[in-house]
């Protein structure tokens, strides 16, 4: 009894600290007036002095048409957007017009987030030349509900410089990739041939449809996942095999996102990697030099010809619970006018997403462009599902099937197999 | 408890006043963790009452959470979905393994470091506890974005260090001599080494400190007594200092029971984020079926809920403990 006594203040002083250390958190709101004097605008990325400036110019021309009204643009950062858009969501306080990454699109139409712009978008007579590829990936169940804005592909970033010292000239098949790779290595020791991505998808999809396999196709009502198929497993061997068996990216790959392997090529510890074009900037800011020795090649396709390559870019929505949709309207086709699209893709190094000025020559002549010119000419998409986007962020079942193979964990066959398994199980639940 | 009240037999001795005034101050207890309980109450009891009612519904859009769409009841459907998973199963033997491990080492690096200050000259324990403390006033996001460069798979201190070592020691040892590039984090068991590491790192230094502050308000006498009777520091500790000092004891393993079931941030970082499926402990499992594209927050509701009655069921039997002591 004496003794508890005595140590009670002690009990007393440790158990308060744990509730005070527990109840910590709290959470911060924005205000907005519900009126037409404010249109925010959310944006994607850090942003920047290019995108700014073109930014303030739609904003100049769109007061032109609405003088009384002051647009206010916020950046999100990427991977802080699925919170943001949540929380936006579930409180009510959410933008007028956002940007975002096109490949979730659907997924947040699914929640309800983004307005139906159908009607809208199809009695407007500029978006009739945008790329279909990139109009169907903002629609589900047959209504748009964004517009794209402008359009990116991945390619192959190379070191001009190490390939002349090595002697090898830009890859066009899988097999002189890894020559290539491995003959760089040799002649740079304690750098990597190819910074690979392992923990991403979107690269690994090259290689995918340039074997000639699938992710998923729809036969009737239920998704068939072609990760079974021996084409599939080719392109998973091959893309494994660079660490495991050619040795030409370490083991840590298996945890590299794209950041993590361009951050590798940026820093010169890699003759290679995968990036699209619009990320040229961050290389350049984690290395202002990498720009006079980098040059861009198509991923290649095992037999010589360039694989086809993902789609990627973003789309405009209109926010479902604004108050000012015909306003954001208004904006949004300033912002994604023929004239602006083009001055704003050329300033960051996007692609427009009109096909006549994708098709147009000012890309083909351009040093590091010309690659990913080649690239936009062969584009595919992801499976056109709102499910897809657990198969893709949640699940991570294509990453997860590499990372393991990688790591030694399973074999190819077996990999495959559950990944299979994995994404039918979840594209074909009710 | 036992602080603010006096034993019966004490108070009855007293004079009517001073007795009537006693009455009166009997309630001021009550009413000083008013202002508390209605804290905890608005801040964790009404969340906590909610999750559990969301684990009995299907929710999958965030506009069910604001209230513009209905809420389908579907009893126990959740928790069946889930302790039928089989992925459920690795999960809770991460957790139960983890906590375990986590809570022996913290006991145990955490006494002696206690015992230790407890030893040592004022200036020297004004230090070595700061130096301590220090860690556990460093922000578990902080600390563990620092131990992750620490083991950068590139630059890193650890991968540094590891190919400081002469390369036929390293080979014979660990079969490599090259480490640039090597994957720390590709092993789950290695993950979970270093997140060990990094948890155990972040929370000794409060039971080093909580142990000092127990030994500093007990009777030295009898430690001494006992090493005059000729007995050694492994006996003095385990007959003399820790049944001393078994209820601060009992507190400290199930607080940090309860940090070490929980850990979140910790693993959120070293993982770089909720991708590692292999590695899932239940709170992480819980974020991710909420809140990760598509939300299933009726999913997620129902593994925290899982994790807080296991919580619930692991502090129940520890105070029982204390408090049978207590009696004896």
Known sequence: MNRWKRLAPVTAIVASAALVLTACGGSGDDDKAADNSKLTVWMMGEGGDAQTTFLDSVEAEFKKKHPETDVVVQYIPWLEAPKKFQAALAGGEGPDVTELGNTETQGWAAQEALADVSDKFNGWSEGKDILPDLVKNAQLDGKQYGVPWYAGVRAVYYRTDWFAEAGVKPPTNWDEMIAAAKAVQAKKPGTYGIALPGNSELPFYSFLWGAGGEIATKEGDSWKSGYNTPEAQKAVKFWTDLVTVHKVAPPAAAGWNEVDARTQFATGKAAMAFAGSWQGGAMKKDNPDIEKVWGTFPIPGPDGKPAPAFAGGSDIAIWKDSERQALAWDYMTVLLSKQKDKEFASSLGFFPVYQDLVSSGDYANDKVMAAFATAIQNTKLTPLTPKWVEVSRTKTVTQAMNSSVIKGQKTVEKATADAATEMEGILNSK | ???????????????????????????????????????????????????????????????????????????????????????????????????????????????????????????????????????????????????????????????????????????????????????????????????????????????????????????TELQEAARVDGAGPWKVFWKVTFPMLRPVFGILVVLSTIWDFKVFTQQFVLAGGTQDRTTFMLSIYSYAEAFSPPPKYGLGSAIAVILTVILLVVTALYVRMVLKQEDE
Not at chain 2, 178 to 192: A, E, H, I, K, V
Request: hydrophobic share 55%; glycine share 6%; aromatic share 12%.
């Open chain 2, 1 to 219: 408890m036992s602080l603010l009240t006096k034993s019966p037999g004490e108070a009855a001795a007293r004079e009517t006043p001073a007795r009537r005034r006693r009455r009166r101050v009997d309630h001021l207890p009550y009413l000083l963790l008013l202002p508390c309980l209605a804290i905890i109450a608005v801040l964790l009891l009404w969340p906590l009452g909610q999750v559990v009612w969301m684990s009995f519904h299907k929710l999958d859009s965030v506009r069910q959470l604001r209230g513009d769409r209905e809420w389908p009841w579907v009893g126990l459907a959740n928790y069946a979905q889930i302790l039928g998973d089989p992925f459920f199963r690795t999960v809770l033997r991460n957790t139960v393994l983890f906590a375990l491990a986590n809570v022996a080492l913290t006991m145990i690096l955490g006494t002696l470091v206690g015992l230790l200050l407890n030893r040592l000259g004022k200036k020297m324990v004004t230090f070595v506890a700061s130096c301590v403390m220090l860690a556990w006033a460093t922000p578990a996001l902080t600390g563990t974005i620092v131990w992750k460069w620490i083991f950068d798979d590139t630059s890193g201190l650890v991968t540094w260090l590891f190919n400081k070592l002469p390369d036929g020691l390293s080979t014979a040892l660990f079969g490599r001599s090259d480490w640039t590039g090597y994957g720390w984090f590709n092993d789950p068991l290695l993950f979970f080494a270093i997140l060990t590491l990094v948890v155990v790192w972040h929370s000794f230094p409060f039971i080093a400190v909580s142990v000092l502050a127990g030994l500093k308000s007990v009777p």
